[in-house]
Nanobody
Framework: QVQLVESGGGLVQAGGSLRLSCAAS????????MGWFRHTPGKEREFVGR????????YYADSVKGRFTISRDNAKNTVYLQMNSLKPEDTARYYC????????????????WGQGTQVTVSS
């Protein structure tokens, strides 16, 4: 069992920055891949990026590549999503998720989800 809690969302102007946190608890967290997804009403849940607990390797969607950075703090069992150069189209509710130790960009392959945190970018 894995529990995830996101935090750090808020309102920011275009071009600004925001850092989201995902606090994880459970057993064998090092065997999981942690993903970030976002969802806007009327659209399908979108993959943002992922990080592997074991080695810290990352992978990003083209839409955020170069602007977003995912990192982890193993001592705190926390994953971060640093968002820079934010655009209005980044507005969404952001979720962290966990799946077994393999890479995936599909939300249905993730087993555990947080409650999400809202990010709103004004123009």
């Amino acid at each position: 069992q894995v529990q995830l809690v996101e935090s750090g969302g808020g309102l920011v102007q275009a071009g600004g920055s925001l850092r989201l946190s995902c606090a994880a608890s459970g057993r064998n967290l090092s065997s999981y891949v942690m993903g970030w997804f976002r969802h806007t009403p009327g659209k399908e849940r979108e993959f943002v990026g992922r990080i592997t607990w074991s080695d810290g390797s990352t992978y990003y969607a083209d839409s955020v590549k170069g602007r977003f950075t995912i990192s982890r703090d193993n001592a705190k069992n926390t994953v971060y999503l640093q968002m820079n150069s934010l655009k209005p189209e980044d507005t969404a509710r952001y979720y962290c998720a966990a799946n077994p130790q393999y890479g995936s960009s599909w939300y249905w392959e993730y087993d555990y989800w947080g409650q999400g945190t809202q990010v709103t970018v004004s123009s």
